[in-house]
């Protein structure tokens, strides 16, 4: 099934932010890929093609190298199953490796740092940062640390 754009972010602030992009699952064909929580379990039952990856953090960092591993192969299942032009995230290391996937195969990426990030770079935001498309922040102080960048303010 092919889809225009591909909504996907890390549960929490991130998915918070990246809801109020859902309006655009009305305008085109989307997907939204984020991590399979109790508090994410609702959104197949209001959105269409909604995929899960496995939930982890580097706090437990053995266990974290394994459901990395898992969520990059099933990025690159996603990123088949879906085929999009163009992937819109909020970060954070969810995100990544779809970005990269997307690049490998000539498709756009917009990166969307988080509203949390008035003075410093997160790290899925370095790590995106040269190969978007299209890198937004949403502080004007953040265009020192993200020179290309472009600032609308903030997604709230």
């Known amino acids: 099934m092919k889809v225009d754009v591909m909504l996907i972010s890390s549960v929490g602030g991130h998915l918070t932010q990246l809801t109020q992009l859902f309006p655009l699952t009305k305008e085109y064909k989307c997907a939204i890929v984020t991590e399979k929580l109790a508090a994410t379990a609702n959104l197949k039952k209001k959105y269409e093609n909604v995929e899960y990856l496995v939930y982890g953090t580097r706090e437990h960092l053995f266990s974290y190298l394994f459901k990395f591993s898992f969520n990059v192969l099933k990025s690159f299942y996603l990123f088949f199953k879906y085929r999009p032009e163009v992937i819109i995230t909020t970060g954070t290391h969810t995100a990544v490796p779809m970005c990269y996937i997307a ?28 190969i978007a498309d299209v890198f937004m922040v949403q502080w004007e102080s953040m265009l020192e640390v993200y020179p290309k960048a472009i600032c609308k303010g903030g997604l709230y």
Request: charged share 30%; proline share 4%; net charge positive.
């Open 103 to 130: 690049k490998l195969f000539h498709k756009k990426v917009v990166f969307i740092e988080s509203f949390a990030k008035r003075f410093d770079a997160n790290m899925s935001g370095k790590m995106v940062y040269p």
